[in-house]
C-alpha cells in the first residue's frame, strides 16, 4: 500500500497539478512538495506527489516502470 | 537489475554468512512492498539458508485490526452515513463479513484512489455523512493530514476520518521488546523512508544494537541492502545505512511531518496480531476532534480479534511462515481469503500462495 509512483509535473495549479505516469494523467496534490517546479520528476503516493526526484532517480524509477510487472505489481486498479 | 550483480551480490553475501558463527540469521522486512518483490524475484532461494529472510508487519491492511473493519462496516450500515475507503480495504475481513460484502447488502461505501475524492463527495452531498477510513503508515498519512486541515478550513460539516494510521517504528520497537522472537537486522521500507528520514531508525539501532538499512524495491537493491545488513554482522555494527539514497534522504519530507504533527498525536493503537502498542498510531488532535469519525459516531476500535482459525498473527509477527497455517492454499486463497494476509497485494500470504508456493 505503501506503493508511490514516479512521474513528471506537466501542469500545475495551486495546491495541485498534473502528473504524466508513463502516458497516464494524474491529479496530484502537491502540498508536501512547494518547491517542486513543472517539468520535475515526482513520487506520487495517494493522490499526493511525496518528493521530488532528480533527473537521474526518475530515469531509473521510469525503468523499473518498463517491467509491466513492475509498474503493476498488484492484481487491478493502481491503489496506494 | 542485471543478472551478473545480482549473482555476485549473492555470492558476497554467501561468504559473509560463512563467516559469521553458525546459527540462523534472521533478516526482518517491514514493508509490503519488499515482502512481494522478495517473493517475485524468489530472492529466499538465492539466498544461503542459513540467512531467513522474515516478513514484519509492513502491511498496513493486514495489521488494521479487526475491529476497525468493523466499526467502518457499522458505519456504512447507518442510514445517511457513506464509508470512503482506499480499495485495499474493501476485502479485509472483520469479524463476520467485509466492506465488499456489506456493499452488496446495500451498505453505502466508495472506493477511492485519494482522500480527495472523498473530500468531494462530502461537498457534493451535503446531506450525507462521509466517512474517510484513513489507514496506512507514515506514507499515506500525510495525505490524511492534508484532508483534515482543508475539512477544517471549508468548514465541511458532513465529512470526518476514522483514524488508524500507524507508526512503522513503535512496532518494530514491540517486537524487539517482547524478546519472543530473534531478529538481527532490519531491512527498512523504502517509501515510509521517504517521509520519515533514514536517520529515524538511528534511536532503534542504537538501543536494540540492530543494524537497519534502507532499502529500494528492484531485487538488486534488496540484495545490496541485505550485503550490507550482513556486512555490518560481521563488524560487530549496529548502525543505520541508506542503500536507497537516490530516493531518500536523512531527513526525509520535513513538510510531510509538519503536516502530521499539526492535525495528528501519538496514540497508542492496536494492532492485528500485536495488540496495542504504546504511541504506535496517530489520533487526530483535540483541535480538529469535530472531524474525528471516532468521537462523532462513537466509535471504540479495541485489539479484540476472533481470528476463524486464522494465524495472520502469527505471520504478521514474523513467528510462523504462511505454509505453517493449516488453512494455507486449503480453505484459505487470493480467491478466498480467510485472513488480511491473504487479501492484501502486499499480505505475506498472498506474496507467498502467488510466487513462492512451489518452494
Ligand atoms: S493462510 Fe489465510 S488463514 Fe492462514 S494466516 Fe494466512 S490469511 Fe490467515
Redo the contacts between chains.
Sequence with gaps: ????VPGKLIERDGHSGTVDVRGNRV?A?L????DVRLGDYV?V????A??V??D??AA??LD?LDDP??AM???????? | MTARSCHDLCRRIARRIEALPDRPVRLMEV???HT??IH?AGLRGLLPPRLRLVSGPG???CVTPQTYVDALIELAGRPGVRVAT???MIRVPGRSTTLERAMARGARVSVV?????ALSLARQAPAEQVVFAG???E??A??TA?GLKLAADERLANFTVLSAHKLIIPAMTALLESGDLAIDGFLC????S??IGADAYKPLAARFARPCVVAG??AEEILRAIDLLVAQLADGRAEVENAYA??VTADG?R??WA?IEETFEPADTPWRGLGTIPGSGLAIRAELAHLDAARRFGLEITAREDDHGCRCGEVIRGAIEPPECPLFARTCTPANPVGPCMV???GNCQACYKYSRAL
Design positions: 500500500m505503501c506503493l508511490a491529479q496534490r502540498d508536501v512538495v512547494p513520487l503516493h495517494a493522490g499526493f511525496i518528493s526526484l532528480s537521474d532517480e531509473e524509477a523499473l510487472d513492475e505489481p498488484h492484481d487491478g486498479p493502481l491503489m496506494p | 514493508c509490503g512492498t512481494v518483490a517475485r502491511c498496513p491492511v482506499y480499495g485495499d484512489y485519494s482522500i480527495m475524492e489507514v496506512g503508515f506514507t499515506t500525510p495525505a492534508v521500507p523504502g517509501h515510509v521517504v517521509i524495491f528492484e537516490r530516493v519530507n513538510r510531510a503536516l492484501s497485494r502486499e
